[in-house]
């Protein structure tokens, strides 16, 4: 009867195997299904995207699932490597660019607690991420304790790399192998789609202090323009410091009341200009204006320079003239320097140099704004702090008290102001903005957090306050040939899921499938097992039998002696 039962179990094992097999997999762990309460959602920015010039700039993908090694644990593709921005090197990113999977960097949660060394390492890698495209997504998480408690956990496998450490044993690492736990990165909500409303505001006005009855008379008066950029992202997309709009309005500011409160009649008119693309996008709005209004002679005549304001309030100790040709002695240009030189020194205390450069056309971009408008035959400068058209300060997101002070905006502003209302009014000696006029930081503060008219009109309104003839207008790509494209998806969700590393599912397939086999030719064979088993206690039976008969015919052989 027993032999009926286990062969009738037997012939329905594949019945149970069906049951117990899926059983064992949804209890066990797996990478694609974790337990939500080992996760963490973060709000995170995907690395810019745009076109220039049929080129390609930043990220070209948003998708992204893979598992969390670190700097010095990936290996593949099919890893996400995440790593805090003041440990990546150019070196490191090129070889994540080509070979990985995905990128998350975490920022910094105090930069200016960083080292110098550390700050400059940030902004040069900061320009080379800008120059290059990647075919991976990369995402940029601001500070959160427990992505770096992440990061330090995934890291630790990097120990074993250390040949000075004393290796474990080959069987000692497997096991810590698949014992350890690992991470699973997931954004969602991203997307890398074409900004079909890519558009660049360009923002105009004059200052115009009547001068006679004659309107007309007044507005042939020769014109200076005063240009400043607004940049709305770099690295991300992410507003840039606007202390040359800040500047540029402050001076709106400042020669609106010397217009109310001078008798003095000006030589010049002041045009000012705004727009909202810098180095990056190399300068299309001023391109786009320039298109439009001289080519079109929308305006009723050339101005006789341009003085471009770029990456000022960076310094108190010396300031620049970048020019594309050398202003000769006795014209305009050259006398504005001479003004600006003397005001540098006498209100600032600072140096001004005058640097040449001549217009590389070769490059696919500009170094300074006021070569647009020398390629168009206008007289045009660029006063800045910075020496050099390729220093990382002109474009970086990462700014503190070593960059930018209020100190040099205040310094900077009231140099400029100076030397501007000297030239444009014609006076000679003698401090011009004083009293209710004179450059204090309260003046200057209300425009540092001026923003992109496409959030708000504070800049438009402040325009129209002061100015007249403001006009707004925007510069959209050529659908069909496009100069610049912007795009789509620049904030995600992402979250990190505590999971086992792959190759646990991989034991652990192997221990379920060990255990299976098991069961299943063991059920399979235990009929033999059975008839094994009574053999053997039939025979030990069949033994002992024989054994005691022995012992009793010797015990009768010795009474029978007896």
């Known amino acids: ?31 694609v299904t974790a337990n939500p309460q080992s996760t963490f959602p973060l709000t995170v920015s995907r690395m810019s995207q745009f076109d220039l010039y049929g080129n390609f700039y930043g ?90 408690e992440v990061i330090g956990e995934i890291s630790r ?42 558009k660049i505001p360009i923002l105009q006005g004059e200052m115009v202090k009547p001068v006679s009855k004659n309107t007309e008379a007044d507005s042939k008066l020769p014109m200076i323009m005063v240009v400043a950029h607004l940049e709305n992202f770099g690295l991300i997309n992410q507003q840039l410091s606007n202390n040359d709009v800040a500047i540029l309005l402050s001076l709106v500011d400042l020669f609106s009341k010397l217009n109310n409160g001078i008798n003095t009649s000006p030589k010049y008119r002041l045009l000012f200009l705004v727009t909202e693309s810098g180095p990056v996008l190399n300068y299309q709005g001023t391109k786009k204006w320039l298109d439009v209004n ?20 960076r310094s108190t100790e010396k300031m620049f003239m970048h020019v594309s040709k050398p202003p000769k002695e006795g014209t305009q240009m050259n006398n504005f320097f001479k003004i600006l030189k003397t005001s540098a020194e006498k209100y600032g205390n600072m140096s001004l ?3 040449h450069k001549k217009i590389n056309l070769a490059d696919v971009t500009l170094a300074w704004e006021h070569e647009r408008f020398s390629m168009k035959r206008m007289p045009g400068l660029t006063i800045s702090n910075m020496k050099n058209h390729k220093e990382p300060l002109r474009t970086t997101i990462f700014e503190d008290e070593d960059s930018t002070s209020m100190e040099a905006i205040e310094m900077n502003t009231k140099i400029i102001a100076e030397a501007l209302a000297r030239y444009v009014y014609d006076i000679n000696d003698g401090e011009i903005f004083t009293g209710t006029m004179a450059v204090t930081r309260n003046l200057i503060k209300p425009w540092l957090n001026i923003k992109s008219t496409q959030l708000n009109n504070d800049l438009k309104n402040a325009f129209e306050k002061y100015l007249k003839n403001v006009k707004l207008t925007y510069e959209k790509p050529d659908p069909r040939e496009p100069d610049f494209m912007l ?76």
């Not at 090129?94 to 902004?123: C, N, T």
């Not at 080519?295 to 309030?313: H, I, M, T």
């Open 59 to 148: 990220c070209r993908a948003s998708a992204l699932n893979l598992e969390a090694k670190s700097l010095y644990t990936w290996s593949t593709s099919r890893h996400c490597v995440v790593t805090k921005l003041e440990d990546l090197t150019i070196d490191h990113y090129k070889e994540i660019r080509s070979k990985a999977g995905g990128l998350v960097i975490l920022m910094p949660k105090d930069f200016s607690l960083l080292s110098y060394e550390e700050k400059q390492q940030i902004r040069v890698l900061e320009q080379v991420m800008l120059q290059l495209d990647i075919s991976i997504p990369v995402y940029f998480a601001p500070y959160k304790p427990q992505l770096e």
């Open 487 to 562: 795009y789509t998806g620049h904030d995600a969700q992402l979250n990190v899921y505590n999971v086992k590393p792959a190759i646990f599912d991989l034991f652990l397939t192997f221990v379920i499938a060990i255990y299976l086999c098991g069961v299943y030719f063991g059920i399979l064979y235990f009929p033999k097992f059975y008839d094994l088993v009574c053999k053997m206690n039939i025979c030990s039976g069949t033994s002992a039998n024989g054994a005691n008969n022995s012992i009793n015919s010797n015990s009768n052989g010795k009474a029978k002696a007896h």
């Open 353 to 355: 140099e005058g640097i």
């Open 1 to 31: 009867m027993f032999e009926e039962g286990a062969e009738g179990f037997s012939s329905l094992f594949p019945y149970y195997l069906l049951v117990l097999f899926p059983t064992l997999l949804i209890l066990s762990p797996s990478v």
């Open 294 to 313: 001289i080519d079109e002679n929308a305006l009723s005549q050339k101005p006789e320079f341009v003085v471009c304001l770029d990456s000022l309030g």
């Open 157 to 198: 496998a990097s120990d074993s790399r250390d040949t000075n450490k004393k290796r474990e044993s080959a069987l000692t690492e497997i096991f810590n192998t698949i014992s350890a736990n690992g991470y699973q990165i997931m954004v969602q909500g991203a997307t890398h789609a074409v900004n079909k409303a890519s």
